[in-house]
């Protein structure tokens, strides 16, 4: 009776909200059903609720497999990097464009760092391609100025964890920062002035007063991203990468390798990259719930629920 009640008194509200209830419930909730994928033998003239029922047996090719653990390791590594270095960057840039007070030239600057977001991930791996190709690249062609030798940098895995992070960062870490300077700009300005009246300088005042008033932001974002801390960067890292199998060692990511398992003639490789997909979904959910029940202990204002 009190829900009846509830949906009575603001139904007019709750009328709002149907519209994105409707398409949160289609385009998201929906096609989770394409999740029973990884427990049958998907045959597409027989469809979905057509295919035979085989379990877990999906999940074998990958488990069985000689590499399963390498790109788990792989994509979990990566993710951290990226976490790590996207943050801090992001956190420094919104940190450094709160301090103009110029407010054409902080627009102008802020357009200009948030540009690389736009740019298609298909012109950042042609321009990686340019500044890193063999000894026609950018990079090695400099070296040949100053009279060093070429590094072949596709056929070098121990670089890319590092210049996968630099690429990320440079596209990313601009339009991160949006979140991090909206919170920055609600903060208020008597902490500040109180902190002034009693001597201290610009840093003593972000490092006592900014940052703690960040890290609810900075937690709730961090959680948001670990759970996907399972799923890599697909369009960066084979746009980049491809099929270079030198470079699989440290850079052959989960997301890779069940792309290249889908493209093989394997008639079950639907359902086994359904399988992976599921995998991924339920080791996200796992740690998005144990950090935040990390958190809950530690803080339990910047929880995420």
Not at 105 to 112: D, G, I, M
Not at 155 to 161: C, D, E, G, K, Y
Request: charged letters at 15%; aromatic letters at 16%; proline letters at 3%.
């Amino acid at each position: 009776m009190g829900v009846w009640r509830e949906l009575r008194k603001n139904k007019w509200l709750y009328a709002m909200a149907l519209p994105v209830v409707i398409y949160v419930f289609t385009f998201s909730y929906v096609p989770m059903s394409a999740h029973l994928l990884a427990f049958k033998q998907f045959i597409p003239v027989k469809g979905l609720w057509g295919s035979k029922w085989v379990g877990l047996d999906n999940l074998r090719f990958f488990f069985t497999g000689p590499d399963w653990l390498g790109v788990t390791v792989n994509t979990i590594y990566l993710n951290l990097l990226f976490m790590a270095a996207g943050t801090a960057c992001s956190l420094c840039i919104a940190l450094l464009l709160n301090e103009i007070r110029h407010a054409y030239f902080k627009k102008a600057t802020q357009s200009l760092v948030i540009l690389p977001h736009f740019i298609s991930i298909v012109v950042v791996n042609l321009m990686v391609l340019n500044f890193f190709n063999g000894q026609d690249g950018m990079i090695n062609r400099m070296f040949g100025q100053f009279g060093a030798d070429p590094v072949y940098w596709f056929q070098t895995p121990a670089v890319w964890p590092g210049l996968l992070t630099l690429i990320f960062v440079w596209k990313g870490a601009g339009w991160g920062s949006i979140i991090y300077l909206a919170t920055l700009t609600g903060f208020s300005e008597e902490y500040y002035e109180s902190a002034r009246i009693d001597g201290a300088n610009r840093l003593r005042q972000l490092w006592h007063i900014t940052l703690p008033l960040l890290r609810p932001t900075i937690i709730v974002l961090t959680l948001l991203g670990l759970g996907r801390i399972f799923y890599g960067d697909f369009g960066l890292i084979y746009g980049i990468i491809g099929d270079n199998s030198l470079l699989f060692d440290s850079t052959d990511v989960i997301d890779t390798y069940t792309y290249r398992s889908l493209r093989s003639t394997n008639m079950n490789s639907y359902s086994n990259a359904a399988a992976v997909a599921l995998f991924q979904s339920v080791m996200g959910l796992l740690t998005i719930l144990f950090f935040n029940w990390v958190v809950r202990r530690v803080d339990n204002d910047s929880k995420l629920f």
